[in-house]
């Protein structure tokens, strides 16, 4: 996913705070450790906060940790079959997971809110899509009846003014 907010500039203790967040929520999963680092760290969607309402950021990042030795092999898929070729390939060493997190921005200072874990780019794109912008299904189909009914009352809004103004149109013509 590519960002469109690669030009901004965020202070370094922002940096640690979202840093800081990503290996917490690694080492709540029981994903981190000695082999684990963080790569590809951005944001991917930030909304101003208001009078009215707290702002919002979504932070992309990837996780990408060395595969245990002693994992079995079934729960690896290390032998892929080349559909090409027909030969064995085997799997990268390391695995990677796809992350997101979500602050909320109150009066300036950052609050995770949530963050999730994807096996997939595709997966994470999805979710980011669906969480910047919800699905709205009044937005997407109008119903006839809803249609029918606008166009009544905008036929006797018309009906009504045309009415008063020949009633005006009378009622100022000199009386001859």
């Given at each position: 996913m590519k960002s469109s907010l690669d030009h901004l500039q965020f202070p370094r203790k922002t940096w640690q705070q979202i840093t800081k967040s990503a290996w917490n929520c690694a080492e709540e999963l029981g994903i981190a450790d000695s082999t684990s680092r963080i790569e590809n760290l951005r944001p991917i969607h930030l909304s101003e906060e208001s009078d009215t309402q707290f702002g919002t950021q979504v932070w992309c990042f990837e996780l990408s940790r060395a595969r245990p030795k002693n994992f079995p092999q079934f729960a690896l898929h290390s032998h892929l079959m080349d559909e090409n070729q027909g030969e064995?390939?085997?799997t990268p060493a390391r695995s990677t997971h796809y992350c997101v997190l979500v602050y909320s921005v109150e009066f300036g200072i950052l609050e995770l809110?949530?963050?999730?874990?994807?096996?997939?780019?595709?997966q994470r794109e999805n979710w980011i899509n669906r969480l910047i912008e919800p699905f709205n299904p009044r937005s997407q189909h109008i119903p006839r009846s809803t249609s029918f009914w606008v166009g009544c009352a905008v036929a006797s809004i018309v009906?009504?003014?045309s009415g008063w103004v020949l009633s005006l149109i009378r009622f100022l013509q000199p009386a001859g």
């Open positions: 064995k390939t085997e809110n949530q963050s999730k874990w994807f096996d997939s780019s595709e009906v009504l003014a």
